[in-house]
């Protein structure tokens, strides 16, 4: 190997050893903030949500969209408070394998939305799942703490759900909106307790 670049690494392994705990509070009030905001959307949704096809992925799209970047503030300001610089480390790294799996999501996201046939939920819900369960495991190989589990988990949630809807058939617009708050609300929620837990643990050994 090149001597450079293991130092280019062992720079970087070094760096996000040295910031890992940062990172690991700033990812658990990232994902109870998904999570309440998954699981209100869900109930809203339910409630008093759109009823068409092209309003339902408007409305998650753009819950999508705002969910990201009031995450990335957070990062930010997280990294900030604690004097490190933001785009530096682990976070260009987290991008790039994330942005891959949630560009191929909103693509598919888009052309449906163009389309506006209510049968493209039964299939891209599922797969707006099994890309983020994707990204996550992609992601894990850099931020550790049950990342691969849960990605896995959003991949056996897709399949599950891909599965049930194509067996039960036609299925109204409340309950996928259910479906989906439940989904990315309840299992970001499980993942946000377990990091607190676990920083919790390591704070007090």
């Not at 280019?8 to 990812?27: D, N, P, T, W």
């Not at 990201?68 to 394998?97: C, N, S």
């Not at 849960?150 to 039960?168: E, M, Y």
């Amino acid at each position: 190997m090149n001597t450079n670049k293991a130092q280019k690494h062992l720079q970087f392994i070094r760096g996000v050893m040295e910031r890992s705990a940062l990172y690991r509070r700033a990812l658990a009030g990232i994902y109870i903030f998904i999570a309440l905001a998954g699981l209100s959307a869900g109930g809203l949704g339910f409630f008093r949500g759109p009823t068409d096809s092209t309003a339902f992925l408007a409305y998650w799209m753009g819950l999508a969209v705002l969910i990201v970047l009031l995450a990335t503030g957070f990062m930010g300001f997280q990294a900030l408070r604690a004097g490190e610089p933001f785009w530096q480390g682990p976070v260009p790294r987290i991008a790039h394998h994330l942005f891959p799996p949630l560009f191929c999501g909103a693509v598919l996201g888009g052309a449906c939305l163009l389309r506006n046939d209510a049968g493209d939920l039964f299939w891209l819900i599922p797969l707006w799942m099994t890309f983020y369960g994707l990204g996550l495991i992609a992601v894990s190989a850099i931020v550790p703490k049950g990342l691969l589990g849960l990605g896995w988990a959003f991949i056996l949630a897709g399949l599950t759900v891909f599965s049930l809807l194509h067996v039960i058939g036609e299925i109204d617009l409340p309950k996928l909106h259910l479906i989906m708050g439940a989904t990315f609300g309840a299992g970001h929620l499980l993942h946000g307790c377990y990091l607190c837990f676990a920083e919790s643990r390591r704070d007090d050994s």
